[in-house]
């Protein structure tokens, strides 16, 4: 015998199901006055400082067509690279920028929108410059364990060219998929659960 | 609400996800999973900044209501119908901390397995005073209650005769976006659960028991709520030991 190491196990996800809309979307889906808004809905304001931009996409499964269903958060720093979060020790984000955001794919076209603002550029665990980016989570009926990605930008060459995690992906061509198309402010962001243009999702 | 340790903010990498333990993509009896499963290899990825940090809700941005689903889509003076129940419990991390200023979300069908829903077309009635949404945010020691109705089983098109067991949807955000998380919790006692393809999606035992809420009898409130107990567990954070530090400087 040798000493226990006592951590627990985390508790296992399970599909949010088709009706996730009513716990996190709830005025969108219909059920209005138990909250006010639907949270994550509004992620900047007046006094937001940075370059206002619109990230629309959809959601596609492994027969081409849109899911209509799905819910995305997004997760980002701010225009000068800062999270506004406990565990951001470099400088204070901010504070008319919460960094994340929520969504559901339209009912009807399947289409995802996100009013925010250019993140700024942050350090990978090693000190180097990581390209632009946003962090994507994707849950949906269907999907039994939230998918994790990244946006990268395409008017970025250069910071995408030194990227660490962009670097890393061996089938090159693959790189293309974390990358959005549109131009600046408006950028369009597919993503693929499954297939040939298949999205690389990240165990993070 | 930060998550201190000796008072400093902890910046560590989570420890990574057993994907052994949880449900993989590709389960071919839930069979929405089929098309919706990516193929090929999950890229993993150290946490970095983009992963140790996420989103913290102060619990100024909660309603009197938001943990009172009997009362919360309610007319004055009415209540959902169905059996009362008190649903609490504690969110720990892997290392046995507890989570403090965790935003929990919860959302359920009515007593009657019926949820209030544009796209739901079940028989069952819709209750007028159950919308069936929820959420609250752990105290300092990582506590979370809230009352509801207990929900019914329901029907769904799986296979031609599967039935959902009464469950509870959670959403859980602890302090880095990596730990985003959400499940489901069924109720002790329930046949329904080990005919479930949903649960069947998870592969060991365990995991699936570590998802059911036993009666906690020692603090159901007499004449009027049952109690039952539900802890969560999200990954832990690995220690800072050494990080960053160049080899010989």
Redesign the interface.
Known sequence: MVQDL???????????????????T?NF???P????SD?GSAMVNDKTLGERITVTGRVI???GVP?K?ALI?I???DAAGL???????RGHADPNF???GRCPTG?DDGVFTFRTVKPGR??????RP?AP?I?F?I??????????T?MYFPDEPAANAEDP?LG??EHRH?TQTLVAGGTAPNYVFDIH???EK??????? | ???HHNGR???G?F?????G?????F?PS?K?????????A???????????????FGHS?L?E??NDLIH??AKPGESAIGERIIVHGRV?????RAVQGALL???QANAGGR??????SYLAALDPNF?????TITDENGYYYFRTIKPGPYPWPNGVNDWRPAHI?F?IFG????Q?????MYFEGDPMIWKCP??G??P?R???E??IAPLDWANTIPMDARAYKFD?????RRSTFF??RPEGN
């Open positions: 006592g951590y627990l196990k985390e508790t296992a996800s399970q599909t949010a199901g088709p009706y996730v809309h009513i716990g996190l709830p889906c219909g059920i006055g138990v909250y006010e949270l499964d492994g027969a899911l269903d958060e997760w980002q720093a999270y506004n979060s406990p565990s951001e020790l919460a960094g994340w009912a942050v350090p990978a665990r090693d000190g990581m980016h962090t989570w849950i949906a009926r269907g999907i039994n364990l939230g998918l994790h990244r995690l890393r992906i693959r659960l499954q297939g298949e999205t690389v999702f990240l165990d993070i | 609400m930060s998550n903010p902890e910046t990498a420890f990574p996800r057993d994907r333990w949880h449900p993989p993509a389960t839930y929405t999973s089929v098309l919706r499963s990516p193929q090929k999950l890229l993993s990825l150290d946490g970095t900044i983009s992963e140790i940090t996420g989103p913290v941005m309603g209501l938001d919360n889509f720990l991390d892997e290392r046995g979300e919860f959302w949820y209030r829903h544009k796209k739901e919308g069936g949404c929820g959420r949807h959403s302090h880095g976006f990596a985003r998380l959400i499940t489901q949903i649960v999606t998870i060991d365990r995991a699936i570590q998802l969560i567990v999200l990954r832990g990080e960053n």
